[in-house]
């Protein structure tokens, strides 16, 4: 009679159990009590989604990154800008996605206390670079635009000097909470881990509200501030040269591409941005566990929009991935050569624009670039990218 009582018994309790070991994992891993938590149901879905992400995250920067090792006309200034974003992308995709899957597959966080503290260190380190880097690459163009002296795209070195400025800011930023200022802990229903956003102290409160202004607000402004004096150039340069149409459909198609990637950069990090803000200030518990977790899948989701955005709107890169998969015969006069189109000095159309009279030269041409005895000119770069 004893023995059936006690199947019984806990065969009633097992999930009471399972609850409070998973209760017990996440007060080792965070110190504080464990929030409402997903359905079954919830867990499956998000594990289905962090499983696709990873997967297709990794598949597309490891791609991205193969195909700039193998054609040597990908190897520019701005190119090695976005590879720094693939790299930290590829990165997330290998040491954050899994340990997220793993618990979302098993419904908690497996790893312990050590293990969320190193995930979200990594992750958010990871994620940080990935926008200032697009920050970088926005005043970089702008910088190019302004000054005569940028317009070589055979130097490297304000490129590596911005990859660089982008993960030493990046690790300034994420160290601090290693060292005692906030901390990192689980977050949402348990199953990732960052800031710990449910923290009141005021110690935990100031790094969340420096954290949102110095990476996430600061960078968009420069964002907006370089590629607004880019758009207002561009729209001079149409109004003073109506000959070189065929430049200004280069310079906005790279134009378009940048803009692109930073809109949807924005739109998988601001909703992140907006719920650990309300999370720290807003009133507790506010967010329920579905809440939590949306938006932190949308910011993962950009490990695999961005190395999209560089093949489908990115002529070269498309070019170049088509030939390295075997899509496409590799095109010796467009793929394998470098082409260099760039753009006249801005400064010498408005002159032109301002002096009627005065002989105004045509734009380049490929073929006048080729040739080892051309007189070289003064030239700036709008938007230098290869074709």
């Not at 490891?62 to 720094?84: D, E, G, H, M, Q």
């Not at 600061?218 to 150039?233: D, E, M, Q, T």
């Not at 670039?369 to 051309?374: F, G, R, T, Y």
Request: glycine share 6%; charged share 15%; proline share 6%.
């Amino acid at each position: 009679m004893i023995e059936p009582n006690v199947s019984l018994s806990c065969a009633a309790g097992g999930t009471a159990a399972a609850a409070v070991v998973a209760t017990a994992d996440y007060e080792d891993a965070s110190g504080s009590p464990q929030p409402p938590t997903l359905s079954p149901t919830g867990h499956l879905a998000v594990a289905v989604c962090l499983g696709f992400i990873g997967t297709l995250g990794f598949a597309c920067n490891l791609a991205v990154l193969a195909v700039f090792l193998r054609y040597r006309a990908l190897r520019t200034p701005i190119n090695l800008l976005l590879v720094s974003i693939a790299v930290s992308d590829l990165l997330v995709s290998i040491l954050g996605t899994p340990f997220s899957f793993a618990a979302s597959v098993r419904g908690r966080w497996l790893i312990g206390r050590a293990g969320c503290v190193w995930y979200g260190f990594v992750n958010a380190c990871l994620g940080i670079v990935s926008l200032i880097s697009l920050a970088v690459l926005s005043y970089e163009r702008y910088c190019t635009m302004m000054a005569p002296n940028m317009a070589d795209g055979r130097d490297f070195r304000p490129a590596l000097a911005g990859v660089c400025f982008s993960w030493l800011y990046s690790l300034a930023w994420t160290l601090p909470p290693l060292l005692g200022w906030s901390r990192y802990g689980p977050e949402g229903p348990g199953i990732t881990c960052s800031v710990d956003w449910r923290s009141r102290g005021a110690n935990n409160v100031s790094y969340v509200l420096c954290l949102f202004a110095f990476c996430l607000v600061l960078p968009f402004a420069v964002i907006v501030f370089s590629y607004g004096k880019l758009l207002h150039a561009i729209t001079q340069v149409r109004s003073s040269c109506a000959s070189a149409a065929s430049t200004r459909r280069r310079e906005r198609r790279v134009l378009a591409m940048v803009s692109v990637m930073v809109a949807c950069y924005l739109l998988c990090w601001l909703p992140y941005g907006a719920v650990a803000l309300m999370a720290t200030l807003g009133p507790a518990r506010a967010l329920g566990p579905e809440a939590s977790v949306v938006p932190s899948l949308m910011a993962k989701s950009s490990t695999v929009v961005n190395p999209f955005i560089y093949v489908f709107m990115n002529k070269q890169f498309h070019r170049c991935f088509r030939a390295f998969f075997g899509c496409s015969a590799a095109e010796r006069g467009s793929t394998l050569r470098t082409f260099s189109r760039v753009t006249k000095t801005l400064r010498e159309r408005q002159v032109s624009a301002a002096a009627p009279s005065s002989v105004q030269a045509t734009p380049p041409s490929v073929e006048d670039h080729q040739k080892a005895d051309s007189p070289k000119r003064q030239l700036t770069l709008v938007a230098l990218y290869r074709e």
